[in-house]
């Protein structure tokens, strides 16, 4: 189609929320981190255990959710993942040490796992190829907005309500997403296509998983993703304990490198959009703007020897602007090189590959950090973008076409 019908905006809009929500959800976590591992006794060794928690059932989910979004759709699929995270979400109100913590933190990721494939596969379905990037960075970047409004949000309300309280806050924000997402799909039923036509078809799997281009990406992501987990989940802890921030301190700062990945996320999707109609090749497109963000990732070895707080947040800022730049244009380049009816799969998968990634550095930070500093992890993240790049772009892109697909594909 050439038109988008106003409701399809208006849905990518609340996936702009549903994705806020998801990283709200669990940067409350990182926020509270110094007020939790004081409070339960916690070392970062016991921490990363807390964070691989989530990362383990967060990875998993990401493939079984992708596809359960290509099997069921984006409005079913959606209403269903939020509905976990939130109550998992307010369950940590619940907790009453690191088991607790990391009980609650397993079943975010269960419901959380799906959304991002959710937001990719709805954005593609929903919008044509010259409008598709900025529909995607708008559906997934909220995600950065999530996380600028977690630490001031949540060093407010836990100032007031306690830390638990902080948790419930973002439960009953989830059950308030729900009922507008129903109002929405009401409205939207008939007017868009992909989101309930496609329901119940997907590629299968064996098709998907000889294709060359497939193992290309999973790698890529597999190398890249480690570093976006280190600053969501443990840049906390290194303003508490290298630089002497209080949570106040973390919560008036650590917002700033999340806004420049919300302005870098939707921002570069528009920046892609305009030379794929000034008639670049999708492919060629992406791929520029993929390594301009590569160049640009090394400005995280020079956070940590910054002279000053100020320049470190400055440096950092810098890195996620350049992620965001790179994940926007990532999954406009999966959407490309795979059939709308693959593409919550793929997105799903390559997740997953990160999240295995993710894990297993999670537990090599709270290891490193304790016997060493956080001078290595951060020396480390600033080569992961170029490798991921040559992996990526060394695949190739399709070069058969996809078979038509029918309802009974499994």
């Known amino acids: 189609m050439n038109r988008t019908p106003r409701i399809g905006w208006v849905l990518c809009g609340l996936l702009f929320v549903a994705t806020a929500l998801s990283f709200l959800d669990r940067q409350v976590l990182s926020v509270l981190a110094p007020v939790l591992t004081a409070e339960f006794g916690m070392s970062n060794a016991v921490y990363s255990r807390v964070v691989f928690a989530f990362v383990l059932s967060y990875t998993i989910m990401f493939s079984v959710g992708g596809r359960l979004m290509d099997r069921l759709g984006v409005p079913l699929g ?49 919008f044509p190829l010259e409008k598709r990037a900025l529909a995607i960075g708008i559906a997934n970047g909220g995600s950065a907005f999530g996380a600028v409004l977690a630490p001031p949000l949540t060093a407010w309300v836990a100032g ?70 280190f600053y969501m989940f443990w840049i906390p802890q290194y303003l508490a304990r290298e630089r002497g921030f209080s949570l106040d301190e973390i919560g008036s700062r650590f917002w700033i490198p999340f806004l420049a990945l919300g302005v870098s996320n939707i ?7 305009i030379l794929v109609r000034r008639g670049w090749a999708p492919r060629r497109a992406r791929s520029t703007l993929l390594g301009i963000a590569a160049f640009l990732t090394p400005v995280s070895w020079l956070a940590v020897l910054a002279p000053t707080p100020g320049w470190a947040i400055g440096l950092m800022s810098g890195l996620m602007l350049a992620h965001g730049l790179w994940i926007s244009n990532f999954l406009a380049f999966l ?45 480390v993240s600033g080569v992961l973008y170029p490798l991921a790049l040559i992996i990526l772009l060394s695949g190739g892109g399709s070069r058969s076409p996809w078979p038509a697909v029918s309802e009974s594909n499994p």
Do not use: N
């Open 78 to 126: 959606m209403a269903f993942a939020l509905g976990v995270w939130s109550a998992a979400s307010a369950a940590h109100a619940l907790a009453a040490g690191a088991l607790g913590l990391g009980i609650a933190r397993f079943f975010l990721g269960f419901g959380e796992g799906a959304c991002f494939p959710a937001a990719t596969k709805g954005a593609t379905e929903w």
């Open 267 to 273: 921002g570069s999707g528009r920046l892609s959009d």
């Open 335 to 379: 959407s490309d090189e795979f059939p709308s009816q693959a593409i919550a799969t793929v997105t799903g998968l390559s997740g997953t590959a990160g999240g295995i990634a993710g894990m297993l550095s999670s537990l090599a930070v709270g290891a490193v950090v304790d016997r060493y500093s956080f001078v290595p992890v951060f020396a």
């Open 160 to 229: 007031r309500f306690g830390w638990r309280g902080a948790f419930l806050a973002t439960g009953a924000l989830g059950l308030t997403w729900l009922a507008a997402w129903v109002i929405s799909l009401r409205a939207a039923r008939g007017s868009l296509s992909g989101g309930y036509s496609a329901r119940g078809r997907s590629v299968p799997l064996r098709q998907l998983l000889v294709r060359r281009q497939l193992w290309h990406v999973l790698a890529a992501r597999f190398f890249f993703d480690p570093v976006f987990y």
